[in-house]
């Protein structure tokens, strides 16, 4: 059983809950998402497996997920990133923090304290199929035209983010 941290509008712990129970409930708690940039100046993003929860099949940042009780932001994100991409990264730039709250499919709300964190790779990407089906690595300019495009398949929280960090790369 997974457990999420809930946290206050300051991202003070309050408590945990099991994952699934705060995404019915809309219960704020801590979450993160890794943006990952490579040399050629690209953003690594990865399409999310048909078999997730919620925002199945939608493009997405390369990395995004929660900590667990007892890891920081950057633990709980190299882990992740190892677990979902095959990728060791080990520094990251925190570049902001916001809240959001979004009502998703299957009835769930996504109420999240999100650190958005910024790092750099190189590295061939192994993905892990349970929870990606696909990656590409996108310019700036290449993400901005998909998104007018065709923002419907692009989750809720990388339309919130994305804009924020264009001037990033």
Known sequence: MKEVILVNE????????????????????RAFSVFIVNDE???LLQKRAAEKYH?????TNACCSHPEPKETIEQAATRR???ELGIDVNEFKKVFVFQYKAKL?????????????WAMSNEKV?????????????SKEEIAIRLHENPEQFTVWFK????????LF
């Open 81 to 83: 990133v190892k677990e």
């Open 105 to 117: 499919e299957n009835d769930l709300i996504e109420h999240e304290f999100d650190h958005v964190l």
């Open 160 to 167: 919130m983010i994305f804009p924020k960090l264009e001037n």
């Open 55 to 59: 925002s199945a099949n939608l493009w």
């Open 126 to 138: 192994k993905l892990n199929l349970d929870e990606a089906s696909d990656f590409v690595y996108l």
């Open 10 to 29: 300051q991202d003070e712990p309050i408590g945990t809950m099991e994952k699934m129970q705060a995404h019915q409930l809309g219960k704020l708690h």
């Open 41 to 43: 100046n690209k953003m």
